[in-house]
């Protein structure tokens, strides 16, 4: 299995970005997708995630700016980012919890794209 995320980039501050992110491999099913990002010197964090069903969890920072949305047709979740902040900028990571044939529910994680927002 293999997340391939993409989308990342510079941008100014009060721009928008498009992260996209697609699971393939031998996957059963997929349950819940989402993002997180590490910025410079800190830990990575929650952005956001949706659920099969289309629920969405958001970190309060990211609330009304950032929206997860999901193809499940084609195992792909993505991420439109508006009014970005150059406290946006970090590394984000696309993360599914999925299943594989005969196996129990795993962790995967994208290689992570780099999003800048800066003058």
């Known amino acids: 299995v293999q997340l391939q995320a993409s989308g990342g980039g510079l941008v100014q501050p009060g721009g928008s970005l498009r992260l996209s992110c697609t699971a393939s491999?031998?996957?059963?099913?997929?349950?819940?997708m989402g993002w997180y990002r590490r910025a410079p010197g800190k830990l990575r964090e929650l952005v956001a995630t949706i659920t099969t069903g289309g629920n969405t969890n958001y970190a309060d920072s990211v609330k009304g700016r950032f929206t997860i949305s999901r193809d499940n047709a084609e195992n792909t979740v993505y991420l439109q980012m508006n009014s970005l902040k150059p406290e946006d900028t970090a590394v984000f990571y696309c993360?599914?919890?999925?299943?594989?044939?005969?196996?129990?529910?795993?962790?995967?994680w994208g290689q992570g794209t780099l999003v800048t927002v800066s003058s």
């Open positions: 993360n599914a919890n999925l299943y594989r044939v005969g196996y129990g529910p795993e962790n995967y």
């Open positions: 491999g031998s996957i059963f099913s997929i349950n819940v």
